[in-house]
C-alpha cells in the first residue's frame, strides 16, 4: 500500500478483479472519484445492495452508461454471479471504459464482512 507523506495510507489502484475490502477502502479514503454499479435485475437492487451503488441491469448498463459516465471515470460493477460481473466488466471496457473492476461476490461478500447496505430504491 502507497503512502502519502508518510502517515495515511493511499489505496492501490484499481485492480480488473477487487474483492469488498479493495472498494471499502477506496471508499473510506473517498479519492479519486467511483461509481458502483450493480448489474442484477431492479428486484435484487431493490431487496438489498451496497450503498451507493446505482442500478443499471444488465441489458441496459452500456446505453445508460454512456449518458452518465466519462470513459475515464472508476466504476465497480457487481452482479448476482462472479460470472456476470465479470461480463459487465467486459462489456464496460469494450465500449471505452478503462478503469473497470469486477467486484468478487457482489453484495452477498459486502454483507458477509459487516459492509452497509442499502434497501429500497435508490437511482
Given at each position: 500500500m502507497?503512502?502519502?507523506?508518510?502517515?495515511?495510507?493511499?489505496?492501490?489502484?484499481?485492480?480488473?478483479?477487487s474483492?469488498v475490502?479493495?472498494?471499502?477502502?477506496r471508499?473510506d479514503?473517498?479519492?479519486?472519484?467511483?461509481?458502483?454499479?450493480?448489474?442484477?435485475?431492479?428486484?435484487?437492487?431493490?431487496?438489498?445492495?451496497?450503498?451507493?451503488a446505482?442500478?443499471?441491469?444488465?441489458?441496459e448498463?452500456i446505453?445508460r452508461v454512456?449518458?452518465?459516465?466519462?470513459?475515464?471515470?472508476?466504476i465497480y460493477?457487481y452482479g448476482?454471479t462472479?460470472?456476470?460481473?465479470v461480463a459487465?466488466?467486459q462489456?464496460l471496457r469494450?465500449?471505452?471504459?478503462?478503469?473497470?473492476?469486477?467486484?468478487?461476490?457482489?453484495v452477498?461478500?459486502?454483507?458477509?464482512?459487516?459492509?452497509?447496505?442499502e434497501?429500497g430504491?435508490?437511482a
Amino acid at each position: 500500500m502507497n503512502t502519502v507523506f508518510g502517515f495515511f495510507p493511499k489505496p492501490d489502484p484499481l485492480k480488473s478483479s477487487s474483492q469488498v475490502y479493495d472498494l471499502n477502502t477506496r471508499l473510506d479514503w473517498g479519492e479519486p472519484s467511483l461509481t458502483i454499479i450493480d448489474v442484477r435485475d431492479r428486484a435484487a437492487f431493490n431487496e438489498s445492495h451496497i450503498t451507493g451503488a446505482i442500478s443499471l441491469p444488465l441489458p441496459e448498463l452500456i446505453q445508460r452508461v454512456r449518458q452518465a459516465l466519462e470513459p475515464s471515470r472508476d466504476i465497480y460493477v457487481y452482479g448476482s454471479t462472479d460470472a456476470e460481473a465479470v461480463a459487465a466488466a467486459q462489456a464496460l471496457r469494450a465500449a471505452g471504459y478503462s478503469q473497470v473492476a469486477s467486484l468478487r461476490g457482489g453484495v452477498a461478500a459486502w454483507k458477509a464482512v459487516g459492509f452497509p447496505v442499502e434497501r429500497g430504491m435508490v437511482a
